[in-house]
């Protein structure tokens, strides 16, 4: 289902407002009112205790409004988000494998896995997507998918910058996002939305709407769709190599042919739904969850039909030539055991060149095609080559259909006799699962010679999780300023990753595969049978949680958490925090908290083949589970929990309409998890690694896997500042916030042969690859009928990488600081209609150019930028609200 408007059919509009943070109700009489609201509050502050305000909170809370998300040429939450809050980043994933289908994020420079994400203050489910090519900090990292959340559905968000696994469990090393969904019960909007590139591509048409209903006397049904189509953006130039074919009268090479740009979203709908009911006695039942689904289709590199290895060519044998011998398939060797081809495996001198340069710059290349070899080969029926089904070469498409649901229920309220009487309490139940259906087109199985497909169904990953949490809290009059309040509660999750197997011909070794053709889809070799199964882990919580106000300026807080899983044992983390108020206008505050993060189910027992790009050539790398012979065979072991230490301070600030807060952290992690860098595997080891069950070694290139491989300590500085007064005889805003963070790797394993398995390029990305300055300045203006806002970015420099080619010698280099700007007007024509148009990168700044030297597969920019480098966006939208 597709829906497209013209851009002369859409009106054009927006809301206006500052991208700042919002205060939570502190008053006790609310509190008491509204227990179930203040249960929502309670988890984003990291407290079980009675809400408070931002600025009483001991440690740092960014709550940003639904509406002021939506202010943005993007639909995508992702880049909503990384325009509110300075210490988060996402960045475009092109040629990345299943990273281009769900985008890995970044809190505080931290792996998208370290922050715990939640949906109205439960537990989020994980994404079945594994981000193999993450650009250095998310390389095999596993995170929620918050891409299917829409704006539309959103109260607001709210983000604890904090360690907090003592308080919530694995994963809240960097912080926890909590996603409030709407909760009215009347009311509603609906919009459409048009917007695209200054390039003139990458059209995106959103429509989205919400509605709130009321449930009898006292409840609500809150309703939200989004849906979205975008197409596909292109910013590339054409490879030399590509070029050289041509030049050489290769008609059937693209131009470009090879494409770095986003990839194409079809038929992107996402429904959430939001219920609640009271049932009287000061108790609430709820209900929510969501049905989300996506088709996304992006690149792939370019296989070159003179030398791409086991598809077109072979080595030619000879150590004193410098060419490859063009790969021929023998039909009657395949059939009968017999040689029957009268030029097999002629040599072809041509293929890298007549000055043997490397083949990505090579210029002036003779048609192969046009060779007698060639000629003589095709004449021949009992020969073969894959140059007869893509003489031209060939760029493999990679898609997928993504697919998430989760529906949490509960109830929630006061116990009002009995020992329990006082307490507060909320029991719940939710399940998640998230598929990825893989896809690859325009590729071949080149060991099922001239029969194989060009298109496959490679296999799917299904991530299912089932949470039941039961938790408790009651305040206790022991003579202090405050009740202490103390919490506690139980909880049961269950995780399940699934591989399932893809279309035989996907994964199948082919008559040809003793030939030396490549065996599988090429590109993204299919799950076979061997990879298939569920994989389960269960594990059991217990947490305990206090406040004590000794007086009405300090409070301390401390909280314990002890979880058990049934693959590695258990873990035990506390955190310690408070806040003193020096006087009314100004407070200090500072936690220390221990954390941790399990391996994901999925990081333990994924099995995938990617293609990377390694000091100028392909590399077909097959990532095993640590337990495979393969990995375990170049020093894989078990996977292991990282454990964290964190500590922040801070200071708040109120003078009138002025608030600031500005806050110092330190995270220390150790045993870090990632994927490891490519590890040749090496001709001397076939024989040892066919001894231990490993099939076919000859045809992999290098293997990678997961392992608790280093240690970082990330520090930092984050600093907001909002001041709001009367101007130009309207309501004028001003919003600063500014991110200061730097990792550093205090340890990288070493192995007992003196190698390492996280190589320097890696450790140089990880500490450079992100920009250590990030700040953006807004300033907004309301008026009765108009609105507008204006926001400028600053990204400062950092490491660029081209095409994961970060090694000595490769596509990178020291990129500079970059300010972009974004821009809307609002006209609100009615009470009911509301007119917007913008542009995100208004002036269209640039991003870092990759220099034509370094230019061998086609990209213009470097995509591991910390802004679009698609340059900018402009959009119109119209907002009918009743």
Avoid at 435 to 443: C, P, R
Avoid at 674 to 684: F, G, M, N, P, Y
Avoid at 848 to 875: L, M, T
Wanted: proline share 4%; glycine share 10%; net charge negative.
């Amino acid at each position: 289902m597709s829906v497209k408007f013209s851009k002369r059919s859409l009106a054009l509009a927006v809301s206006v407002a500052l991208a700042s943070q919002s205060t939570l109700a502190a008053e006790e009489a609310a509190q008491e009112a509204v227990a179930e609201e203040d249960i929502e509050q309670i988890v984003v502050v990291g407290s079980r205790a009675a809400p408070r305000s931002v600025a009483d909170s001991p440690v740092p809370v960014d709550v940003v409004d639904g509406d002021e998300l939506r202010k943005s040429g993007s639909s995508d939450m992702l880049d909503l988000l990384v325009a509110s809050v300075p210490s988060f980043a996402a960045r475009a994933q092109p040629i990345s494998d299943a990273a281009t289908l769900i985008r890995p994020v970044n809190l505080r420079g931290l792996s998208s896995d370290s922050t715990l994400i939640l949906l109205n203050g439960k537990r989020r489910h994980r994404a079945s997507v594994i981000a193999f090519q993450g650009g250095g900090v998310n390389d095999g990292a596993q995170g929620p998918d918050i891409s299917v959340i829409p704006s539309v559905a959103l109260k607001q968000v709210e983000v604890l910058r904090d360690g907090a696994s003592a308080q919530y469990g694995s994963d809240a090393i960097a912080g926890v996002m909590n996603f409030v969904l709407k909760d009215d019960a009347d009311g509603g909007s609906i919009s459409a939305k048009y917007g695209e590139y200054y390039e003139g591509d990458g059209g995106t048409t959103t429509v989205d709407g919400n509605i709130g209903l009321p449930l009898g006397d006292d409840g609500f049904a809150n309703f939200s769709f989004q849906l979205k189509n975008a197409d596909p953006t292109s910013r590339s130039v054409q490879r030399p190599d590509a070029a050289g074919l041509i030049e050489a009268g290769n008609t059937d090479v693209g131009d470009p042919a090879q494409i770095w740009g986003l990839p194409e979203i079809e038929d992107d709908i996402t429904l959430f739904g939001n219920v609640g009911l009271d049932i009287g006695d000061d108790k609430e039942v709820y209900l929510f969850g969501n049905y989300s689904e996506r088709d996304v289709t992006g690149g792939f590199y370019y296989r070159n039909p003179h030398n791409r290895g086991n598809v077109y060519s072979i080595d030619s044998g000879d150590d004193n030539e410098d060419y490859d011998s063009l790969l021929v398939g023998d039909v009657g060797f395949a059939t009968n055991g017999i040689p029957t081809c009268s030029v097999s495996n002629a040599y072809v001198e041509a293929m890298l060149g007549g000055d043997g340069s490397s083949s990505l710059v090579q210029s002036n290349v003779p048609n192969v095609l046009n060779t007698q070899a060639y000629q003589d080969m095709v004449a021949d029926p009992n020969c073969f080559s894959m140059n007869q089904i893509f003489p031209g070469g060939y760029t493999p498409a990679f898609g997928g259909n993504i697919t998430d649901t989760s529906l949490t229920g509960g109830v929630r309220g006061d116990f009002k006799s009995g020992f329990m009487d006082g307490f507060y309490f909320d029991l719940s139940a939710s399940v998640g699962r998230n598929e990825s259906d893989f896809n690859l087109k325009n590729t071949l199985n080149p060991s099922l010679g001239l029969s194989t497909p060009t298109e496959f169904d490679t296999g799917k990953y299904i991530q299912l999780e089932k949470t039941i949490n039961f938790d408790l809290s009651k305040g206790f009059d022991w003579g202090l300023y405050e009740p202490v309040n103390i919490a506690g509660g139980l909880e049961w999750r269950e995780e399940s990753f699934e591989i399932v197997s893809g279309e035989e011909a996907s994964w199948k070794a082919g008559p040809y595969a003793d030939q030396g053709f490549n065996i599988g889809s090429h590109g993204f070799k299919g799950f076979g049978p061997e990879s298939q199964g569920v994989n389960v882990r269960r594990n059991v919580a217990a947490y305990l949680d206090t406040e004590f106000y000794f007086s009405e300026a300090f409070m301390v807080g401390a909280a314990l958490r002890w979880e058990d899983y049934d693959s590695f044992g258990s873990t035990f983390d506390y955190k310690l925090s408070g806040q003193f108020s020096i006087t009314d206008d100004w407070s200090i505050r500072a936690s220390h908290s221990t954390g941790f993060r399990a391996p994901t189910v999925g990081q333990a027992n994924v099995v995938n083949t990617q293609t990377s790009l390694i000091n100028g050539e392909l590399i077909q790398t097959f990532l095993a589970p640590a337990t495979d012979p393969l990995s375990a065979y170049y020093g894989a072991e078990v996977l292991t929990p990282e454990e964290s230490t964190s500590y922040t301070f801070g200071t708040v600030l109120q003078f009138g309409e002025l608030f600031i807060t500005a806050d110092i952290y330190s995270i220390e992690v150790e045993d870090r998890l990632a994927q490891t860098s490519q590890i040749d595997v090496l001709a001397e080891d076939y024989d040892a690694l066919r001894a231990a069950g490993v099939t076919n070694p000859e045809l992999i290139s290098a293997v990678t896997y997961f392992a608790n491989d280093f240690d970082t300590t990330t520090t930092g500085l984050d600093i907001v500042a909002n001041y709001n007064m009367e101007m130009f005889g309207g309501d004028t805003g001003f919003s600063l916030a500014y991110n200061y963070n730097k990792t550093e790797v205090d340890r990288v394993d070493v192995q007992e042969d003196g190698s390492v398995r996280t190589g320097a390029d890696k450790v140089r990305r990880l500490e450079e690859g992100m920009p250590e300055h990030r700040a953006t300045f807004t300033v907004s203006q309301s008026w009765d009928s108009f609105g507008m806002f204006v926001r400028a970015n600053y990204f400062g420099e950092y490491w660029a990488v081209h095409a994961d080619d970060a090694g000595p010698g490769g596509w990178n280099q020291d990129a500079d600081a970059a300010i972009t700007f974004d821009a809307e007007v609002s006209y609100f024509m009615t009470e009911h209609f509301t007119f917007t148009i913008g542009a995100n990168n208004l002036f269209d700044q640039e991003a870092e150019r990759i220099p034509d030297e370094f230019n061998g597969v086609g990209g213009k920019y470097y995509e591991s930028g910390p802004f679009d480098y698609n340059g900018g966006f402009y959009y119109g939208k119209v907002t009918y609200s009743f």
